[in-house]
C-alpha cells in the first residue's frame, strides 16, 4: 500500500501491485516487496543511451587530440624552430581562450557545440605543441639539475590549476562570463610576445626520428615508468570526481569544501620541487617511488577508510588522505618521468632536446589518458561499489604497481648480474686466446 497526500491535505491509499509509469524519459518500474517498501527498478531508454554514447565518445575524441598528438610534435623541431612551436602554441591557446568567451554571442544549440568542441580541439593543439617542446627546452637547458627544472614545470602547472577557479570566479563577478576568457587569454598572448623575443633559441639535431621513437617506447623499464606516471591523473581523476558525495554529510560550506579540494593539488604543486631535487641527488634510485606509492596506498586506506581499519569516516581522516595523495602523486610524476628520460639516454640516445621532447611528449600523453580514465572509472565504480569500494579499486591498481614494480626491477637485476658475470669471464678468456 502506498499513501497519497492530496494537495487538500487529506490522504487516500491505493494498491499499487506492479504498476509501471513513465517519468520524463525513464521508464520507472514500481513493485510493493514483502515489507510493504517500494522497489524502484530503472532501466535506460534509448535516447540515454545515445546521449551517454555521444557524450563520451566526444570525450573519447577531445581527450586523444590531445594525448595523441604529443609525442609527434618534436618531428617537427628539425624543421621548425622551438622558440616558434612554443610561442606559437601559446598563441593558439590564447586566441582559443578569448574565441571561447564570445560563445555566448553564438546560437543556441546545434551551433553553439560545434563551436564550443572546435574551438577546444584547436585549442588542444596549441597546448600540445606548447607543454611538449617546454619540456624540450627545459630539459637540453638544464643538463646537470634537470629533474629539479622539469619539476617546476608541474609545479607552475599545479598552481594553474588551483588558482585557476578562483581568478575565473573573481572575474566573472566583476564582468560576467566572457571577462575571466578575455584576460586569461590576453595573457597567454602578451606571454606569447614575451616567449617570441626573450626565449633562446635551442640546438637540436634529429636523425632516424621515427627509429628513436620506437626503440624508447618499446622498452620495458619506459613501459614501468609510464604506468607509474599513468596512475597519478588516475588517482587524482578519481578523487575530484568523488570526494564531494563523500563528505557532503559533513556540511561543510562551500568555502571550506573548495579549501579540502586543492589541498591535494597543493600538496602536489609543493612536493614537485622536492621529488625533482631528491632525483637530481639519487639518480639511480628507484626509493624514492616506492617512498610515493606507499603514498599513494596510506591515502586510499585512510580515505573511506578502508573496511579493514576500525575506523569511521571522517573530516580529518579525508584531510590527511588528501595531503599524502598530493606528496604521492607528485613523486611518481615526477620520478617516473626524470627516470624513463636517463634511462633512455643512457640507452644510447643523444642527450639533446629531441629525445626529452620526445619522452616528455609521451609523458604528456598518458597523463592525459590517466586524466580521461580516472573519472570515467569513477562514476561506474561508484555506482555499483560505492566511495569506499571505489577507493579499494584503486587500492588494489596501486599495490598491483607496487608489486609489477618491484618484480621488474629484481628482474633488471637479475639480468644485470648475469651480464656483468658473463662479461668478466670474457674478459678473463681474453689473455688465454691472445697466447
Not at 393 to 410: K, N, P, Q, R, W
Request: charged content about 10%; proline content about 5%.
Amino acid at each position: 500500500m502506498l499513501n497519497i497526500q492530496s494537495e487538500s491535505g487529506s490522504s487516500s491509499s491505493c494498491d499499487v501491485g506492479s504498476v509501471p509509469f513513465e517519468s520524463g524519459n525513464q521508464s520507472i518500474n514500481v513493485e510493493e516487496s514483502a515489507d510493504d517498501s517500494p522497489t524502484v527498478k530503472t532501466s535506460l531508454t534509448r535516447q540515454q543511451l545515445s546521449v551517454l554514447v555521444i557524450v563520451n565518445l566526444s570525450l573519447i575524441s577531445l581527450a586523444s587530440c590531445y594525448a595523441l598528438l604529443a609525442p609527434f610534435f618534436p618531428k617537427l623541431v628539425p624543421f621548425i624552430s622551438s622558440k616558434v612551436i612554443a610561442a606559437t602554441g601559446v598563441f593558439v591557446t590564447g586566441t582559443c581562450s578569448v574565441l571561447f568567451g564570445t560563445l555566448n554571442l553564438s546560437p543556441h544549440g546545434t551551433t553553439f557545440i560545434v563551436l564550443a568542441f572546435a574551438v577546444r580541439i584547436v585549442e588542444a593543439f596549441g597546448s600540445a605543441s606548447m607543454i611538449t617542446v617546454a619540456y624540450g627546452i627545459v630539459g637540453n637547458e638544464f643538463t646537470n639539475r634537470r629533474a629539479t627544472a622539469l619539476a617546476t614545470m608541474d609545479m607552475s602547472f599545479g598552481v594553474g590549476i588551483i588558482i585557476g577557479p578562483s581568478i575565473g570566479g573573481v572575474l566573472y563577478e566583476v564582468g560576467g562570463y566572457m571577462l575571466p576568457f578575455f584576460v586569461l587569454g590576453g595573457i597567454l598572448l602578451f606571454q606569447g610576445f614575451i616567449m617570441m623575443f626573450l626565449l633562446p633559441e635551442s640546438e637540436c639535431i634529429v636523425e632516424n626520428t621515427k627509429g628513436d621513437f620506437r626503440k624508447i617506447v618499446f622498452n620495458s623499464v619506459f613501459l614501468v615508468d609510464m604506468l607509474n606516471v599513468l596512475t597519478t591523473l588516475l588517482f587524482l581523476g578519481f578523487i575530484e570526481a568523488t570526494l564531494e558525495p563523500h563528505i557532503r554529510p559533513f556540511g561543510l560550506q562551500p568555502s571550506i569544501l573548495g579549501l579540502i579540494f586543492i589541498i591535494c593539488g597543493g600538496f602536489y604543486a609543493g612536493s614537485s620541487l622536492i621529488w625533482g631535487c631528491i632525483f637530481d641527488k639519487f639518480p639511480t634510485s628507484l626509493l624514492p617511488l616506492f617512498i610515493s606509492s606507499a603514498f599513494c596506498a596510506a591515502s586510499f586506506i585512510f580515505v573511506g577508510p578502508a573496511p579493514f581499519i576500525p575506523l569511521d569516516t571522517s573530516l580529518w581522516l579525508v584531510i590527511f588522505s588528501q595531503i599524502i595523495l598530493g606528496i604521492g602523486i607528485g613523486g611518481k610524476s615526477i620520478i617516473g618521468l626524470n627516470h624513463s628520460l636517463r634511462h633512455t639516454i643512457s640507452q644510447g640516445l643523444p642527450d639533446n632536446m629531441s629525445t626529452v621532447a620526445i619522452v616528455s611528449g609521451v609523458f604528456n600523453s598518458v597523463n592525459a589518458f590517466g586524466g580521461f580514465l580516472g573519472p570515467s572509472m569513477s562514476g561506474v565504480l561508484v555506482e555499483y561499489m560505492g566511495f569506499k569500494g571505489g577507493s579499494m579499486v584503486m587500492l588494489g591498481i596501486e599495490t598491483a604497481m607496487i608489486f609489477v614494480t618491484s618484480v621488474h626491477c629484481l628482474w633488471l637485476f637479475a639480468a644485470n648480474r648475469v651480464k656483468n658475470q658473463t662479461k668478466q669471464v670474457d674478459e678473463e678468456r681474453v689473455p688465454i686466446l691472445s697466447s
